[in-house]
Protein backbone atom coordinates (compact mmCIF):
# COMPACT_ATOMS: atom_id res chain seq x y z
CA UNK A 1 0.00 0.00 0.00
CA UNK A 2 1.27 3.24 -1.27
CA UNK A 3 1.31 5.84 1.96
CA UNK A 4 1.72 9.95 0.77
CA UNK A 5 2.65 11.99 3.94
CA UNK A 6 1.94 15.93 3.55
CA UNK A 7 3.45 18.57 5.28
CA UNK A 8 4.61 22.38 5.76
CA UNK A 9 0.83 23.59 5.75
CA UNK A 10 -0.17 26.71 8.08
CA UNK A 11 -1.16 30.57 8.40
CA UNK A 12 0.41 32.83 6.49
CA UNK A 13 -0.10 36.59 5.27
CA UNK A 14 -1.15 37.64 2.36
CA UNK A 15 1.63 38.13 -0.06
CA UNK A 16 4.01 35.32 1.71
CA UNK A 17 5.37 31.69 0.91
CA UNK A 18 5.02 27.98 2.22
CA UNK A 19 6.55 25.17 0.79
CA UNK A 20 4.38 22.01 0.64
CA UNK A 21 6.13 18.36 0.83
CA UNK A 22 5.08 15.41 0.30
CA UNK A 23 7.21 12.07 1.21
CA UNK A 24 6.23 8.98 -0.65
CA UNK A 25 6.60 5.23 0.55
CA UNK A 26 8.20 4.03 -2.47
CA UNK A 27 10.01 5.19 -5.61
CA UNK A 28 7.86 8.37 -7.27
CA UNK A 29 9.17 7.06 -10.43
CA UNK A 30 6.93 3.84 -10.06
CA UNK A 31 4.11 6.61 -10.54
CA UNK A 32 3.02 8.31 -14.11
CA UNK A 33 2.68 11.47 -12.61
CA UNK A 34 2.16 13.18 -8.82
CA UNK A 35 0.49 16.25 -8.25
CA UNK A 36 -0.84 18.48 -6.02
CA UNK A 37 -4.85 19.44 -5.54
CA UNK A 38 -6.61 22.26 -3.77
CA UNK A 39 -9.80 21.89 -2.24
CA UNK A 40 -11.38 25.76 -1.23
CA UNK A 41 -13.81 25.07 1.39
CA UNK A 42 -16.99 24.28 -0.21
CA UNK A 43 -15.59 23.59 -3.73
CA UNK A 44 -14.29 20.61 -5.35
CA UNK A 45 -10.59 19.59 -5.51
CA UNK A 46 -8.63 20.76 -8.80
CA UNK A 47 -5.25 19.98 -9.77
CA UNK A 48 -3.02 23.19 -9.33
CA UNK A 49 0.87 21.01 -10.31
CA UNK A 50 1.97 18.08 -11.31
CA UNK A 51 5.03 16.54 -12.51
CA UNK A 52 5.65 13.40 -14.72
CA UNK A 53 7.39 10.44 -14.25
CA UNK A 54 10.29 11.96 -17.11
CA UNK A 55 10.26 15.27 -15.02
CA UNK A 56 8.22 17.62 -17.26
CA UNK A 57 5.72 19.94 -15.02
CA UNK A 58 1.98 21.51 -15.49
CA UNK A 59 0.88 24.40 -13.75
CA UNK A 60 -2.95 25.76 -13.72
CA UNK A 61 -2.97 29.09 -15.09
CA UNK A 62 -4.55 30.43 -12.12
CA UNK A 63 -1.51 29.95 -10.25
CA UNK A 64 1.19 30.06 -12.80
CA UNK A 65 4.16 32.17 -11.83
CA UNK A 66 3.55 32.09 -8.34
CA UNK A 67 3.86 28.01 -7.98
CA UNK A 68 6.13 25.66 -8.47
CA UNK A 69 6.54 21.66 -8.38
CA UNK A 70 9.73 19.75 -8.09
CA UNK A 71 10.75 16.57 -6.45
CA UNK A 72 14.26 14.78 -5.10
CA UNK A 73 14.09 11.63 -5.99
CA UNK A 74 16.56 10.28 -3.77
CA UNK A 75 14.05 11.31 -1.05
CA UNK A 76 11.06 10.31 -2.72
CA UNK A 77 9.73 13.47 -2.54
CA UNK A 78 7.54 16.08 -4.31
CA UNK A 79 7.38 19.62 -3.43
CA UNK A 80 4.89 22.56 -4.03
CA UNK A 81 6.64 26.06 -3.45
CA UNK A 82 3.75 28.65 -3.08
CA UNK A 83 5.02 32.24 -3.69
CA UNK A 84 2.92 35.87 -3.12
CA UNK A 85 -0.12 34.04 -1.97
CA UNK A 86 -3.59 35.07 -1.65
CA UNK A 87 -6.64 34.07 0.28
CA UNK A 88 -7.99 32.45 -2.21
CA UNK A 89 -5.10 29.97 -2.02
CA UNK A 90 -6.85 28.96 1.68
CA UNK A 91 -7.84 25.68 1.56
CA UNK A 92 -6.76 21.97 1.83
CA UNK A 93 -3.75 20.60 -0.47
CA UNK A 94 -3.54 17.00 -1.31
CA UNK A 95 -0.86 15.13 -2.99
CA UNK A 96 -1.34 12.47 -5.20
CA UNK A 97 0.18 10.00 -6.93
CA UNK A 98 -0.96 8.24 -10.02
CA UNK A 99 -0.50 4.64 -11.78
CA UNK A 100 -0.92 3.83 -14.99
CA UNK A 101 -1.06 -0.09 -14.50
CA UNK A 102 -3.12 -0.62 -12.86
CA UNK A 103 -5.12 2.96 -13.36
CA UNK A 104 -5.37 3.35 -9.57
CA UNK A 105 -4.84 7.21 -7.95
CA UNK A 106 -3.45 7.65 -3.97
CA UNK A 107 -4.38 10.60 -1.94
CA UNK A 108 -2.49 12.07 1.06
CA UNK A 109 -4.23 13.41 4.28
CA UNK A 110 -4.29 16.44 3.17
CA UNK A 111 -2.51 19.70 4.68
CA UNK A 112 -4.27 22.99 5.82
CA UNK A 113 -2.73 25.90 4.29
CA UNK A 114 -5.07 29.66 5.10
CA UNK A 115 -3.99 32.84 3.61
CA UNK A 116 -5.30 35.76 6.13
CA UNK A 117 -3.74 38.82 7.18
Known amino acids: QVQLVESGGGLVQPGGSLRLSCAAS????????MGWYHQAPGNERELVAAISNDGTTNIANSVKGRFTISRDTAKNTVYLQMNNLKPEDTGVYYCNARTVIPRKDYWGQGTQVTVSS
Open 26 to 33: RSIFSFYH
